[in-house]
């Protein structure tokens, strides 16, 4: 915690590192109030820099000793500064031995080591190294660990650290000690230990190369019900990398371990991955289809970073996507290729757009608004955004558009060839890709250093007579902060025509057949294409499969719409053009709202949503997400001004008027949707409660259809799985049931000893419009409520700021009043967790002037405070700016 103005880091003031760390031998004398830590490293001037200084960083830990080449240095031999230790006109190879002193069961900021339920766990990523021992913190210093672990052997039995078990034995004093080795060099960030009394769901694996690997899941005891599904997961993971990627494990060993205290999902140490226990537990009983999806997406991403982030890693923290994006990706294709089918994989596909436009666009859009490869940050922490992430995948997948599979796969292929081993930079990736297809890439830089998401806009021009279509795309983005001025990206545009018939017309363009979807490459502020041999006027289909993150614009009249959400070979447009007809109604509505006129919903639209709802050639989890609306975020993203309530009251018209007028069409979509049996995650059954779940909750937002109601407690009483349990709850309490208090408690009383339920159970009360302000303290003060935990921080008051449009933006500034308390009282607890938080108010300069006031109110409130962390000074004042 600083009180002074924070310092901005640039991504051009990159200098190598002064000194190269070649061994580290740690070791940990255990202790919740008082860990002792031994650092011995092996140390080399690196030529590359030409500095003779070793720097050093360190954070929350207490100097013991230091000695350089065995002898220790006084005072005068070194300096520190802030986090910065310095050791001028040090020696060409030194061994530096640090002796430091922290206090595990201090740290709430459940960064470096801290105590999660009596057990020791460490998160190191980005920075957290640092409170551990003074080190040369940064990602392009690479260096091979030895760790020894030393502690009370009945309090934690079990002594965990990266790569393999060399030796354990027994220490006087009821002590034992466990010595591990990871053979790689690694940096810091992916150093990991935990000791604790967990348990663990173990197996051996066969590799592809007929090595075998132990794999190991750990849990608190009570907890082995839940294990199986992330070890399915872990060794699907293995084998599609394999299989898609040819990479293979690189060690004997590979362990997961939970725990409930975590900031993040889930993290890539080497062979020792600690996840959120949300990404791990799941059983029927109480996991959802979602978080079910949630374990296999992640435990894959993690493992899937052991080549893409840890073999070959980041030189800097502004180069994060090149393991993030990259990543994401992967965990991306590897869900699509477990569904298997093309529908299935449309899906997810649908899941990612939705994912992009709620959360990643009003980023883009946003004071936080950064490249994916961004310029300059204050705190890292704060640059683990979806922009990174998601935009970052986006990105990858443009390759793969661009250069097709079998073009990606040789791009990676020569990726690791090169860089195996090292730290490396986005601009790395990309050169790979392009020398490995032979294919100039240097335009496509800029998806990596602007900010902020493209429009395309697309014009056709049909002439009956030549029989030839002309399409013209331009491009423009807008600005973002410190970006005014935007240069065209290389985009790749998927297209399709779509006759009459609702076949897809053959593509010719320049004489050449193109199949019936062409990838159009955009790279000029606007382009041109003609289409011959085409017989009669098209539908354009426009950014199929969304081939790229922009926003297409295109005048569609509704006629056009109604024949691409009927007919478009593309799964993912036929969604869209459906997004594309509820959006317009919403908007309307909106406005109808905010001037006091009647609602009303056209036929048309009705009877589409009954077509797609009643069309058994599709697949149920297709037409769930067909009948999906836009958010309420979506919706607010394309007002001028934003008034929450009438976004909320328009949407909440439109599903009740689905649950009227397609009353019978729902009822009889939930008895033919029933999963009977015994439950299973799979695709095709997640899809049909998906649908029949989406039904129900239209039925009962249709008022006084008490049919509805009944439906939704009898299916509450009678779930034999959470997803339907947690559905049918959720739909009580969104139609203010009057059962829906007493649902509410039967809920937690049968779960309160399930802490992830018990999450699930705030969440759905704080989502809900029913639940104002003064519920939600209430809430806080329940036995179960628990601050310092970041799931259960998030599950009430996060989700409460973020999700509930209607209570949050309360015309008297109330909700945002109980922000700003929280994002402070958070903050001198757990920074991370409270700057996401303090992102809630990221697009306050776009709602109504009476919202507006009391916004900035708040966040000059929380910007007034003198101590307040770095990671929420810069989202405050990037809000302010
Ligand atoms: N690197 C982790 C992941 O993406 C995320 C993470 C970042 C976890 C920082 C903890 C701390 O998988
Ligand atoms: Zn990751």
Not at 209 to 225: F, I, K, P, S, Y
Not at 398 to 410: D, W
Not at 542 to 571: K, M, Q, T
Not at 785 to 805: D, E, G, K, Y
Request: aromatic share 8%.
């Amino acid at each position: 915690m600083r009180t002074d103005t924070p310092l901005t880091i640039y991504r051009k003031d990159y200098t190598a590192p002064s000194y190269l760390v070649d061994t580290v031998e740690l070791g940990f004398d255990l202790d919740p109030a008082r860990t002792i830590v031994a650092n011995r490293m092996t140390m080399r001037r690196n030529p590359a820099s030409g500095q003779r200084e070793i720097e050093l960083y360190g954070e929350e830990i207490d100097l013991v000793a230091l000695r350089v080449n065995g002898k220790t240095l006084g005072k005068r031999d070194y300096r520190i500064d802030g986090n910065l230790l310095r050791i001028p006109n040090a020696p060409e190879d030194v061994v530096l031995e640090i002796e430091t002193i922290c206090a595990p069961e201090k740290n709430t900021a459940l960064s470096g080591l801290y105590v999660s339920n009596g057990n020791f766990i460490t998160q190191c990523e980005a920075e957290g190294f640092r409170r551990i021992t003074y080190f040369p913190d940064r990602p392009d210093v690479m260096a091979k660990y030895t760790v020894m672990l030393r502690a009370e052997k009945q309090r934690y039995p079990v002594l965990l650290s990266n790569g393999n078990l060399v030796e354990e034995g027994e220490l006087p004093g009821g002590r034992h000690y466990a010595k591990w080795e990871d053979p790689f060099p690694k940096p810091s960030y992916l150093f990991a230990l935990v000791a604790s009394n967990l348990v663990c769901q173990e197996e051996k694996f066969k590799l592809a190369d007929g090595r075998t690997a132990l794999l190991q899941v750990w849990v608190e005891e009570g907890n082995l019900d839940k294990t199986d599904y992330a070890m399915q997961s872990l060794k699907r993971s293995i084998r599609w990398d394999e299989e898609r990627f040819g990479l293979e494990l690189d060690l004997d060993r590979f362990m997961i371990v939970a725990t409930g205290d975590f900031n993040m999902g889930a993290m890539e140490n080497k062979g020792l991955n600690i996840f959120n226990t949300k990404y791990v537990l799941a059983n029927p009983r109480v996991a959802t289809d979602l978080d079910f999806q949630g374990i296999e997406a992640v435990v894959g991403h993690e493992y899937f970073h052991n080549w893409t982030g840890n073999r070959v890693t980041c030189r800097d923290w502004f180069q994060l996507s090149l393991k993030e994006g990259l990543t994401v990706f992967r965990d991306q294709e590897f869900s699509g290729d477990m569904v298997g089918t093309d529908s299935g994989r449309a899906v997810n596909r649908i899941d990612q757009v939705r994912t992009l436009r709620q959360v990643q666009f009003p980023e883009d859009a946003g004071p936080m608004a950064h490249p994916v490869r961004p310029d300059s940050f204050v705190e890292i922490n704060n640059f683990y955004t979806v922009t990174v992430y998601e935009k970052g995948a986006e990105v990858v997948r443009m390759y793969q558009t661009l250069l097709g599979r079998e073009g990606f796969r040789k791009g990676m292929d020569l990726y690791f060839e090169r860089h195996d081993g090292q730290a490396v930079e986005c601009d790395d990736f990309r050169r790979a890709m392009a020398d490995a297809n032979g294919r100039d890439l240097a335009q496509f830089e800029r998806w990596y250093s602007q900010a902020g998401t493209p429009r395309v806009r697309a014009a056709m021009r049909y002439d009956a007579a030549a029989k030839t279509v002309e399409l013209t795309l331009s491009q423009s983005c807008p600005p973002t902060p410190g970006q005014p001025d935007k240069l065209p990206f290389h985009i790749p545009v998927a297209v399709g025509l779509v006759g009459r018939d609702g076949r897809d017309i053959p593509l010719v363009i320049d004489g050449e057949p193109r199949g019936n979807t062409a990838v159009l490459e955009l790279t000029a502020a606007e382009q041109s294409w003609r289409f011959t041999n085409v017989p009669e006027l098209p539908v354009p289909s426009l950014l199929r499969d969304f081939s790229a993150p922009v926003v297409l614009e295109y005048d569609y009249r509704d006629e056009d719409l109604l024949h691409l959400f009927s007919h478009d070979s593309d799964p993912v447009n036929r969604w869209e053009a459906g997004q594309r007809l509820a959006m317009e109604r919403l908007l309307k509505l909106t406005a109808d709202v905010t001037a006091g006129s009647r609602m009303q919903l056209d036929d048309t639209f009705v009877d589409a949503m009954r077509k797609v709802l009643t069309d058994d050639a599709l697949d149920p989890a297709f037409r769930e997400q067909a009948l999906l609306l836009p958010t309420e975020n979506m919706i607010a993203e394309q007002t001028e001004v934003v008034h929450p309530l009438s976004i909320h009251m328009a949407r909440q018209f439109v599903r009740a008027t689905i649950g009227t007028r397609l009353r019978k069409e729902l009822m009889a979509a939930i008895d033919a949707n029933q999963t009977p049996g015994e439950y299973s995650p799979d695709a095709e059954a997640i899809g049909k409660r998906a649908l029949k779940n989406l039904a129900l909750s239209y039925l009962a937002a249709a008022t006084d259809d008490n049919e509805a109601i009944d439906l939704a407690g009898q299916q509450f009483e009678q779930a034999d799985n959470m997803t339907d349990k947690a559905a049918a709850l959720g739909a009580l309490i969104h139609a203010r049931a009057q059962s829906a208090a007493g649902a509410l408690q039967d809920f937690y009383d049968e779960f309160q000893g399930e802490a992830l339920v018990v999450d699930k159970w705030f969440a759905l009360q704080a989502s809900a419009p029913s639940t104002d302000v003064g519920a939600v303290r209430a809430l806080m003060q329940h036995p179960a409520f628990n601050i310092r935990n970041p799931n259960r921080a998030r599950s009430l008051v996060a989700t409460f700021c973020m999700a509930n449009h209607v209570q949050f933006h309360v015309p008297d500034g109330s909700g945002y009043q109980f922000w700003a308390e929280q994002v402070i009282a958070l903050d001198a607890l757990n920074p991370q967790v409270a700057s996401r938080l303090a992102r809630a108010m990221d697009r306050w300069r776009r709602y109504a002037p009476v919202l507006q006031a009391h916004m900035k109110k708040a966040l000059q409130q929380v910007n007034g405070q003198k101590k307040l962390s770095n990671d929420v000074r810069e989202v405050i004042s990037k809000a302010l700016a």
